[in-house]
């Protein structure tokens, strides 16, 4: 035969919980245990809270430049659900009600973006990596880690998250094929909410999915609603049981919205029709899952005020507590950067300069050193 078809393939994507309530008995059966459920919401508002307080203190100048996790929590949540403490979060830097629910206190993401680099230095015993601010490279760190784990023969997961934009990065490409063709427990989570910054996804990628760019190096690949916690905890965990049993990578395209600009040096208006992000605001991950709490009989007013009067509690507590560190000393600046620290750098740390002495033009080291 001449001409034959030698591959086919179909994207699925998974649905539990739409917006409209309707619930699939089936596939979200002893899913999520109705506690924690409860506690998975609890959590949810509570990063909801914080993210709006983050959003203040930034305009209030009490800290940098700050991405809104508004919209698009359930993504890095129901992976940290579906996923072991021993497994590991390799997130770019909207993935804070993840990042918390696996573990890391929720100063540190202050701590990051107040430019203290504390907030970097991850408690032992924490799975996550730090915030990642370019674009793509922690795929290749989500890569390393999985290799590491497969050599030491322990059954431990990377899951590593990104955004549409970051698939057209060459890091990408390395990673997945890296990853596929030395067969690493890793999970790759494009969190598609149909903005790179001002770029829109259909520019970004002419394929009708992102899923199925995965489809090139060999991998499975699944297309999620990422709104839907219950759909993306199966889809984490079914990705899991693979990475774990086969040693084989996923590819997860998780379709999202951010309801906030890119970050607070962004204005979202510029580029994005309204009628678009209050289409989106009906799809709140965080709407859903009330609702679905209420049409199970598991929660109500009373309960919503208590609980939100404790999320304000902890994250005054969160605030005051990364607002009043302890500030390092600027010798700091200096320490763990070399096992014996150059000459040159010995002078500038004891006169506490940034060059060298009698280095400046027309400078001589006595008058330096006056």
């Known amino acids: 035969m001449p001409v034959e078809t030698v591959f086919e393939t179909t994207i699925k994507r998974v649905s539990i919980l739409d917006e409209h309530g309707r619930f699939d008995e089936e596939l979200g059966a002893d899913l999520i245990p109705d506690a924690d459920l409860i506690k998975l919401y609890s959590h949810l508002v509570t990063c909801r809270h914080f993210d709006e307080i983050a959003f203040k203190l930034q305009r209030s100048g009490r800290m940098g430049t700050y991405p809104e996790n508004r919209g698009q929590e359930a993504t890095s949540l129901g992976a940290a659900y579906a996923l072991r403490k021993t497994d590991w979060l390799v997130p770019c830097y909207r993935e804070n009600a993840g990042l918390f629910w696996h573990g890391l206190p929720m100063e540190y993401v202050l701590l990051h973006w107040m430019g203290d680099e504390r907030g970097n230095e991850i408690p032992s015993g924490v799975n996550v990596t730090p915030l990642a601010i370019p674009i793509g490279t922690q795929m290749l760190h989500a890569a390393g880690l999985a290799w590491s784990h497969k050599y030491r023969g322990d059954d ?14 060459g890091d990408f490409h390395e990673a997945m094929n890296f990853s596929a063709n030395l067969d690493l427990p890793v999970i790759f989570f494009c969190q598609n909410n149909s903005w790179a910054i001002s770029v829109p996804t259909r520019i970004q990628c002419s ?53 906030g600009d890119h970050t607070t040096a962004d204005d979202a208006r510029r580029y994005r029709d309204q009628e678009e992000v209050e289409m989106w605001k009906l799809r709140d991950p965080l709407i859903r899952l009330r609702n679905h709490l209420d049409a199970k009989g598991l929660w109500d007013e009373t309960r919503q005020a208590a609980l939100l009067e404790k999320a304000e509690a902890h994250v005054v507590d969160v605030v005051k507590s990364a607002e009043e560190i302890e ?44």
């Open 156 to 169: 431990a997961v990377a899951c590593t998250f990104f955004g549409d934009g970051a698939t057209s990065e």
């Open 207 to 259: 394929a009708p999915t992102i899923a199925q760019r995965g489809v090139g190096y060999g991998m499975e690949c699944i297309q999620v609603d990422g709104n839907d916690l219950f759909a993306v905890v199966k889809v984490v965990r079914d990705a899991a049981e693979r990475a774990r049993t086969a040693n084989r990578p996923t590819f997860i395209e998780a379709i999202t919205y951010r309801l």
């Open 327 to 370: 500030p390092l000393p600027a010798s700091d600046m200096f320490a763990n950067m070399y096992k014996a620290m150059p000459a040159g750098l010995e002078e500038q740390a004891r006169a506490m300069r940034t060059c060298s002495l009698g280095r400046f033009p027309g400078e001589t080291a006595d008058r330096a050193a006056t």
